[in-house]
Every structure is written in structure tokens, then in C-alpha cells.
């Protein structure tokens, strides 16, 4: 009787079976996406009126010298020889270079002075400011990613190829679309990642291995990928994740480069409806540790007193976010990067006005980003460095211009510790400086082939030490299937 159950039973599953998968896989691409994005970018930054009339003292215009260029300290060392200088002649120590402008200084006024020196240094380095502040590039790039949804609720895999080509190169900076002259293209699988779930909604677990790009960058032409697993536990809105990155490419990058020790991440994560929260530690064993917390909630206007009819409720809204973020070196103990930064935000229909507060430690931040972000020219996690941001958006569909956004973005930088930054930035920044950004978008919509086609142009400026000011053109082409 019991193997004849058995028997039924067995019959009975592979009976039903086909239907099943056939249901299940007909879900399964029904939740799975293909996201394809074409973009052409144009860059270009001019430096101006960069200015640098520092006044060495005599040690340190000497080191400077032998540091950015040895030809010249070697000449002074010559000159100084022809007029009967017989001190050390070794172009490479600083105190010799140093003795042979103070000899000519004293006694040949008409060789390299101690002014001269200087005014020498100077115009190297506002070559260099120029030379480095400057873009001119463009190119263009595809993007294809497909992320499955899970068959069976239990198995699944992503995939995604990102490629770019580079038009021009103008310039000989290192930053932005295109990285080196001598670079042609960039073409990678962004993403191949083999991806688990088990569990209920409420209660699962997850883990991956592969590779997988976010492919949602909005100033460069590739958006960087990273190698590696990790596994995750879910219930309700609390999660606790562990991830392990052990190769990355850049966003001018085309091979994936292997990390010496991996990149480790713990993150205790909790998501409602009325706020969420996470705490994060990554650590790279032997080299550094970074602890990371995050906040954010925020109440409907109407709850203060706005009078706001039931039906746009979440229209309008008073937001708020905490962030904070510290960081030690192992190879050096003495060395702690803090930073934070407190948003406030209110958004009152299509338009969102917001502002943050972000400092950086005595030693510098430690990647605290959320307003700031939006700036495209400076860095922010200098030394004691204080930045405050200002933010405003409008979504012009209130005012019947579908698709048009349009937002500014001020940052007004202050208090870095010019001491205690890295020798480049002492010689060539500001210890106060601010940052300007407009930011204007138009998206095509409607049943037509330009849904998704969409324009955006930045300006900018900055009047630290270079002076920056220009633009950027986007068009790009987003359609999911």
C-alpha cells in the first residue's frame, strides 16, 4: 500500500511538473529586465587667470626645485660653479641646491636668485594648474544589462557588457570619459554574476558570485565593476549583508584589476516606511578599516500645519539625513579620517529645496557624500575642511513642461588646514573656495521611438585655485524591455 502511494505520488509530480515550469518560467521572464542606454558625452573645462606668487624661503624653494625639476637645480649648481661657488655639487640634495642660490644670491645678482628661484616654481606650477584643470573630450558608449528575476524563486543570474569609444582627447588631464590620449575604447562584461534566494517574502536569504556593474552612472561613460560574493539574510525590513570584492575595473578601465587583500563589507541595514538606517563596516586586512552610519526619515507637511489636501500628501515633505563615516590606517596608527554630513530637505511638489552641513576630520573625511556628491570639479575631504550645499530642483511638469528638470548646485567650501594636505594640493589650492552647478534635463516621453531619448547640459564654475569654469552635453537613450 505504501509503495503504491509512493508510486502515485511520483506519477502524479511529473504529471503536474511541465505546467509548473511552464508557469513559472513564463513569471520568471516576465520580472526579469533588459535595461539598454546609449550615451554621447562632450566635456570641457577651461582654467583661468590661475595665479601663484608664493614667497619660498630658501630651504624650502630648494626643495621645491629638486622635487619638480631636477634640470634646473642642476643648472643652478652649474651657474653657481661658473662664479666660483665650491660648496656640494649634488643636484639631487636640497641643501646643496640650497647653498648654491644663496651663494649666487649674495654674491652674483645677476644668476638664479632666490627670487628668480621662486618665480620660476611659480609659473611651473600655474603650467601644471592649467595643464590639469583643463578638458576637452568626448565620446560615446552602450550599455546592456539584463538582471533576472529568480526561477523557481530560487535561482538566477545577471549579465551586461558596457563599451565606449572616445571621439577626442584635447587635453592631458586624467580625469572624466576618457582617461589617456592613447586610449581608443573601453569595452568589458560589466556584469556575470550567478545569483540564489531561498525563502518566503518576509524571510529569505540570498548570496551571489560574479561580477556586476550598478550601470547608472550619470557623468562618465562607463560606470566601474566590481568582482566578487557575498551572501545576505532578510526579514521584514531588517537585513544583514556580508560582501567581499576581490577584482575592480574603473570607469576608464577595460580589464579588472585583482586587489592584493580583499575588500570585506558588513552592513546591518533596517527599511520602513517612515525612515531607514544602516550601519557599515568594510575592512581591507592589514591596510584599513572604515566604520560607516547612515539615517534618513521624514514627516508629510501636512503634519506641521501646511494645509495639503489628502491626495498629495507625499508631495509634500520635510526630510532629513545623517551621515558619518571614520577610517584608520594600519600603516599609520597616528592617522584618523572622520567626516559627516547633515541634510535637511524639503520637497513641495516638483520643486526640492535642500541644504547639508559636511566637515571633515583634522586628518580629512572619510567619503562622506550625500549633497555633496553633486559637485563635479573639487574634492571635499580635505583636511578640517567644512562644506556647505545648496540645492534646488524643479520639475517643470507642475508648470506643464513635461520632461524638463532643472536644478542649481552651490557649494561653498571653507576651514581646510592647508598643513596638513598633501604637498600638490598646499602648492596649488585654496584654503576657501566655492563650487557652482547648473544642471538642465529634457526627456522625451509619449508612445514614439524618442521615449527615453533624453538631453542634459551642466555648467560650472569654481574659483579655487584654477579658476574652472564650462560645461558638459549629455544625450542618452534609455529603454527597458
Do not use: C
Amino acid at each position: 500500500m505504501k509503495l503504491r502511494t509512493l508510486a502515485s505520488a511520483v506519477a502524479l509530480a511529473s504529471l503536474s511538473v511541465p505546467v509548473f515550469a511552464a508557469d513559472d518560467l513564463a513569471s520568471f521572464w516576465e520580472e526579469s529586465t533588459l535595461d539598454l542606454t546609449l550615451r554621447s558625452a562632450y566635456v570641457k573645462l577651461d582654467p583661468n587667470d590661475v595665479e601663484i606668487d608664493t614667497e619660498y624661503d630658501l630651504a624650502t624653494a630648494a626643495g621645491l626645485l629638486v622635487q619638480l625639476s631636477p634640470a634646473q637645480a642642476a643648472e643652478v649648481i652649474t651657474n653657481a660653479q661658473n662664479a666660483g661657488y665650491a660648496g656640494g655639487t649634488n643636484a639631487s640634495n636640497p641643501a646643496d641646491v640650497a647653498a648654491a642660490i644663496n651663494y649666487l644670491d649674495t654674491n652674483f645678482t645677476g644668476g638664479a636668485t632666490l627670487a628668480n628661484v621662486n618665480a620660476g616654481i611659480n609659473s611651473g606650477l600655474e603650467d601644471a594648474v592649467e595643464a590639469g584643470g583643463a578638458l576637452d573630450q568626448a565620446g560615446s558608449a552602450a550599455w546592456l544589462q539584463f538582471e533576472s528575476a529568480y526561477l523557481f524563486d530560487v535561482i538566477g543570474f545577471d549579465f551586461g557588457l558596457q563599451g565606449a569609444v572616445a571621439h577626442f582627447k584635447e587635453d592631458e588631464s586624467e580625469n572624466l570619459i576618457i582617461a589617456s590620449q592613447d586610449d581608443d575604447s573601453y569595452q568589458r562584461i560589466s556584469t556575470a554574476r550567478l545569483k540564489l534566494r531561498y525563502g518566503s517574502d518576509d524571510l529569505y536569504a540570498k548570496g551571489y558570485y560574479g561580477r556586476f556593474s550598478d550601470a547608472d552612472e550619470t557623468d562618465y561613460l562607463m560606470d566601474t565593476t566590481d568582482m566578487g560574493y557575498g551572501v545576505s539574510a532578510h526579514a521584514g525590513g531588517i537585513s544583514l549583508s556580508y560582501d567581499v570584492v576581490t577584482a575592480s575595473a574603473g570607469k576608464t578601465e577595460s580589464d579588472l584589476t585583482d586587489y592584493d587583500t580583499n575588500e570585506e563589507t558588513i552592513e546591518l541595514a533596517y527599511d520602513s516606511d517612515v525612515g531607514n538606517a544602516s550601519y557599515t563596516f568594510d575592512l581591507v586586512r592589514d591596510v584599513s578599516q572604515k566604520h560607516s552610519v547612515t539615517a534618513a526619515s521624514g514627516v508629510p507637511l501636512s503634519m506641521l500645519g501646511l494645509p495639503v489636501s489628502a491626495d498629495k500628501n507625499m508631495d509634500y515633505l520635510l526630510l532629513a539625513q545623517v551621515d558619518w563615516a571614520q577610517e584608520t590606517l594600519e600603516s599609520n596608527e597616528d592617522y584618523t579620517g572622520q567626516q559627516y554630513e547633515l541634510t535637511l530637505a524639503a520637497k513641495l511638489d516638483g520643486i526640492v529645496l535642500a541644504f547639508s552641513y559636511n566637515q571633515a576630520g583634522e586628518d580629512g573625511g572619510a567619503d562622506v557624500e550625500n549633497l555633496v556628491d553633486n559637485a563635479l570639479i573639487n574634492d571635499y575631504d580635505l583636511p578640517s575642511q567644512r562644506t556647505l550645499t545648496y540645492v534646488a530642483r524643479l520639475d517643470s511638469a507642475m508648470l506643464g513642461l513635461n520632461g524638463l528638470t532643472i536644478s542649481a548646485v552651490h557649494l561653498n567650501s571653507s576651514n581646510i588646514d592647508m598643513d596638513a594636505t598633501e604637498t600638490n594640493y598646499q602648492l596649488t589650492g585654496d584654503d576657501s573656495f566655492t563650487e557652482t552647478l547648473v544642471d538642465a534635463r529634457y526627456t522625451f516621453g509619449g508612445d514614439t521611438l524618442l521615449n527615453g531619448l533624453s538631453i542634459r547640459g551642466i555648467y560650472g564654475m569654481e574659483t579655487n585655485q584654477a579658476n574652472v569654469s564650462g560645461f558638459g552635453a549629455y544625450l542618452d537613450y534609455k529603454r527597458s524591455f
